[in-house]
């Protein structure tokens, strides 16, 4: 039975978002290529001088009509060891990328896109799930916000790649890789400047090319600030997390002291008359601790939706922070600390904290320099079992119903 479905006809269909064509081509449907969100790259990364560097990528720039229109055709490569021009298209496409455009609904902060795997190679890496993420390899212009923040512009898509992790996360899957800003020489800059149509510049550039050193060699890029070693993230977090026990016990001793009867067995204690004129109190929180809030939920759930902001005041309250919690915990299957649903506020507050910690620690892998010797290093694994043993030793949060 032959299925036709727009510009593709396949022959059979394996799942409800891979089919294949007659050939034996494989075709991926609705896959999700990048997303709208803030990204965390090394200072190397975007040539700043700054360990970890907050990148934003926002829906004006990834939803432009020439963002969308740039990936378009563009080839299917494994890996990112190589962009793709006329001269190495051949070497590395395994594929090419169709009907590049917006996700609806709960999926509007998603860039979509139809994958046709034509190399047998590329199509048993997926089947098997050896690659299974997405990410995209692209030009863009990094504009800084802050010390160690920024944000993308002018996005032109180069290809999609297939690898074992992307930035993205699990939510581009069938991931983002990292941003290697190209180095600017002159065929590149001429190459910008023909592309965006702007021929007095053209021109001047062309004028200004020393025939015989078009391409000079690029200076030598200044080496990045030492990053903590894993060691040192640890005893960080240890540190954070002692304060934080420390902090739970104490709420949960005070909680204890108000418990305690004061009144006789028999005797009613005293109920406030409510006011039925006086309305919920659910106060705003502030700005900076909001933003934290945020930018947590991303680092332990990628692609987390966001709740809106209050149309009066602009910001948010406590209860939509706390159900922001709940979800990202919920969603990212984070168990560890306890029912998210039955903890208290303050317990949901720090079980939230140390989980986006860890999700941190996971995602956002020190870099180091190689040497002859290869330097120590701790796996992930190695993170995630020391940090596991630690809270179940030190930390356990003794949950209370409160709904």
């Known amino acids: 039975m032959k299925f036709r479905d727009g510009n593709f006809l396949t022959s059979e269909r394996l799942s409800p978002h891979k089919e294949l064509t007659p050939e034996g081509y494989l075709l991926c449907r609705d896959v999700p ?10 200072g190397a990364d975007v040539s700043m001088n700054a360990p970890v560097v907050h990148v934003g990528r926002p829906a004006e720039e990834l939803f432009k009509p020439e963002t969308i229109a740039s990936f378009e055709g563009k080839p299917i490569v494994i890996g990112h060891d190589t962009f793709a021009d006329p001269e190495t298209w051949k070497k590395i496409s395994i594929g090419h990328v169709q009907n590049v455009r917006r996700g609806e ?10 994958l046709l795997v034509l190399d047998k190679k590329g199509i048993d890496l997926i089947e098997n799930g050896t690659l299974c993420e997405i990410s995209c390899g692209y030009d863009a212009n990094f504009v800084r916000d802050g010390a160690d923040s920024g944000h993308q512009v002018g996005i032109v898509g180069n290809h999609v790649a297939l690898v074992n992790q992307g930035r993205c996360g699990p939510v581009c899957s069938i991931g983002d890789g990292f941003m290697n800003e190209p180095k600017s020489s002159w065929k590149t800059m001429l190459r910008r400047l023909f592309r965006d149509g702007d021929e007095d510049k053209f021109n001047e550039a062309l004028d200004k090319v020393d025939v015989k050193d078009a391409d000079p060699e690029p200076a030598a890029e200044p080496a990045p600030a030492p990053a903590p070693s ?5 005893a960080a977090l240890e540190k954070a997390v ?5 902090f739970v016990q104490k709420l949960q001793s005070a909680e204890a002291a108000k418990e305690k009867p004061e009144q006789a067995a ?13 309305a919920p109190v659910d106060e705003t929180v502030p700005a ?25 005041t602009g910001g948010f309250s406590k209860d939509v922070l706390n159900r922001l919690r709940r979800q990202a915990l919920k969603a990212a299957g984070v168990k560890e600390f306890g029912d998210a649903d039955t903890l208290d506020d303050a317990s949901l507050a ?5 989980a986006a910690e860890l999700a941190r ?9 190689m040497a002859d010797q290869a330097p120590r290093s701790t796996s992930n694994a190695d993170l995630n079992k020391k940090f596991a043993e630690f809270w179940k030793v030190n930390y356990q949060i003794k949950c209370k119903v409160t709904e």
């Not at 609904?105 to 139809?114: K, Y």
């Open 105 to 114: 609904g709960d999926e509007s902060g998603l860039l979509l896109a139809d």
């Open 350 to 354: 720090i079980a939230f904290k140390a």
């Open 361 to 369: 620690a996971k995602n956002n892998p020190v870099a180091v320099h």
């Open 230 to 234: 894993p060691e040192d993230r640890i």
């Open 266 to 278: 028999d005797e009613e204690p005293a109920q406030p008359e409510p006011d039925p004129e006086a």
């Open 33 to 42: 290529i990048s997303r709208v969100g803030t990204f965390d790259y090394t």
């Open 288 to 312: 900076k601790e909001s933003q934290e809030v945020l930018a947590d939920a991303e680092d332990v759930c990628p692609g987390i939706k966001k709740p809106a902001a209050d149309a009066k």
């Open 242 to 246: 002692g304060e934080l026990t420390a």
